[in-house]
């Protein structure tokens, strides 16, 4: 029997009982052949691999993860990230949709790489409805059933719309999840449930969703898991309060360890691979770190043909040096060698071609000192306003109220050490602009500017001075979108994503030095989160907890109602065209 290698004298992790055994394995037309601890006397190869002691564990599966969030393309995301032993992904690409519609996803969608991609129907777009907030595209019914026929296809993406999934049946959302299940009655439903439970967990599983990504925390944890809930483990959740759960219960069939959401600047020293090495850290042992990014992801996704080193199983592997360390020799797709130690990425010549209309997506109107004025008719010489206040670890804000002065009819907001909260409609629909308060997120004066704002992405600006907030949106603008630091009249940060104002097609080196740059002058500013580029642009996603902005004003996430900037009973706010 003529094989394409033999691979000699491997630890090869065996998924069935998560351990190591040394073996040879063969591998013929990109698949496992067979594997067996005796010497392969009768098969004839073309190449032999002498592994002297290494080990061979099955290529990383992410299962829920969001290519844009690299602010990349997928050419060169799947460049990017084999060489950290991610062989296959499932993408919920619902920020393209955000912006561009179901075009948009069908652009992504048909990128050709080494990697292999699958993707999940983006469920959420808007995440909440067209009346809380706008965005260049829709996915509605028909546009499900249009994405159900894609064999790339293989789950629905998060659900993320708490109220009408729960408590809304003939809500946009559940006739998306009804229509998933008569049509593919098997195929996974995702879901994004923050700080749900009891009745209320129920009620939102009742629809159907069965998984989690959200932060997780180890009061909730055991509930969520005993209600049949499936948890992906993204980067804050991996925690040792959490992986004691999983240990001291041994739930590790009921989880998987996933990304969710990378930077293009944390994609400089990897991906999935630093989220297993953090699990490890954390008290999972190596084993089960490995089969919670190999096997329990590929089951959960109906991969039959991956995820474990099996005969008639796909190819896809990682040679080891030092298994503690994680360090690897080599990874490999379908039997073929896709990267080694050392070597550099070999970034491909051409790349996706989109339309040129997605260079040219952000459509508002340049601020000027005067629009920010906040005007205010009241009779007092205070006002309550309703303000954000962020915390310093994960995405989770609060709402606090705060007295801020008012003199000659102009509400006095720097005298209160807030900063102004500013979203624009950036899609030429209806040129909302929304005002909101923020409590201190920044200690320098200065602004932050982007388009990368969850989910909608319309133009978002915060700052504590008027100058710098004009000065970042105006030069916003003129790239087209992404992010931008102006700190004292200077421009200190910048990081342009022309497509669509959410992706560049530089390479990951030069995309994530610019997003170093832009977390540098943030830092510099004060700005206090552990992630701070992820903390900034989920300060308008509305379905996390406790209070967001839309180009629709301030929102409850919960209750999805809008709170007014000023008390009414203290005074209105006379800034035309503004929420």
Request: aromatic share 8%.
């Amino acid at each position: 029997m003529n094989v394409d290698m033999i691979i000699q004298d491997v630890w090869v992790f065996q998924t069935a009982t998560q351990s190591f055994i040394k073996k040879n394995v063969s591998i013929k037309d990109g698949k496992f052949y067979y594997i067996s601890t005796t010497e392969m006397s009768n098969l004839t190869p073309e190449t032999i691999i002498k592994a002297e002691n290494q080990y061979m564990i099955p290529g990383l599966i992410d299962a829920h993860m969001h290519i844009e969030s690299s602010m990349t393309t997928p050419t060169i995301f799947s460049k990017a990230v084999l060489r950290y032993g991610v062989t296959t992904v499932v993408a919920d690409a619902h920020e393209m949709a955000n912006v561009f519609g179901l075009e948009g996803l069908e652009e992504f969608m048909k990128a050709e790489t080494e990697l292999d991609i699958f993707h999940a129907i983006p469920s959420s777009v808007p995440s909440t409805t067209p009346e809380l907030e706008t965005t260049g595209g829709i996915i509605g019914l028909a546009e499900v059933a249009e994405l159900l026929k894609q064999p790339k296809i293989v789950c629905l993406g998060e659900a993320m719309n708490f109220k009408g999934i729960a408590y809304e049946p003939e809500s946009l959302i559940r006739q998306i999840i009804d229509l998933c299940k008569k049509e593919r009655p098997t195929m996974p439903l995702e879901g994004h449930c923050p700080k749900i439970y009891d009745e209320e967990l129920a009620a939102f599983l009742f629809s159907g969703i069965t998984s989690d990504h959200t932060h997780q925390f180890p009061e909730s944890l055991k509930e969520k898991i005993e209600a049949g809930v499936f948890i992906q483990f993204q980067n804050k959740s991996i925690t040792p309060e959490n992986m004691q759960v999983i240990v001291e219960n041994q739930f590790y069939e009921y989880a998987s360890i996933i990304t969710d959401d990378v930077m293009a600047d944390d994609l400089l020293h990897g991906h999935l691979n630093e989220n297993l090495k953090k699990a490890v850290k954390a008290g999972l042992p190596i084993e089960k770190a490995i089969y919670m990014t190999t096997y329990t992801p590929a089951r959960r996704m109906g991969f039959h043909d991956r995820g474990e080193i099996a005969p008639g199983r796909m190819a896809d592997f990682i040679l080891l040096n030092d298994l503690e360390e994680f360090t690897f020799e080599a990874v490999y797709k379908s039997g073929k060698k896709v990267y080694e130690q050392g070597a550099e990425i070999d970034y491909p010549t051409v790349i996706e071609s989109f339309p040129a209309t997605y260079q040219k997506s952000v459509n508002c109107k340049p601020l000027t000192v005067a629009d920010l004025v906040i005007k205010v008719a009241t009779d007092k010489d205070s006002v309550r306003c309703n303000v954000i206040q962020k915390q310093e670890v994960g995405t989770f804000t609060e709402r606090i109220t705060k007295e801020i002065p008012v003199k000659e009819g102009i509400l006095q907001w720097q005298e209160a050490d807030c900063a102004l909260l500013i979203v624009m409609e950036r899609y030429g629909k209806n040129g909302n602009i929304s005002i909101s308060l923020m409590d201190k997120p920044i200690s320098e004066k200065g602004a932050i500017a982007t388009t990368w704002a969850h989910d909608h992405h319309n133009v978002m600006v915060m700052g504590n001075t008027l100058e710098d907030i004009v000065l970042a949106q105006n030069e916003l603008l003129a790239i087209q979108g992404g992010y931008i630091v102006v700190s004292n009249g200077e421009i200190t940060g910048k990081c342009p994503l022309p497509i669509g104002g959410i992706l560049s097609q530089a390479p990951i080196e030069e995309l994530g030095g610019d997003l170093q740059k832009v977390r540098a002058s943030m830092q510099a500013l004060g700005y206090k989160n552990m992630n701070e580029i992820m903390s900034f642009s989920t300060l308008s996603l509305p379905v996390s907890p406790a209070i967001k902005v839309t180009d629709m004003g301030m929102m409850n996430t919960k209750t999805q109602a809008f709170y007014p900037l000023i008390f009414p009973e203290d005074g209105v706010l006379l800034n035309e065209d503004t929420h």
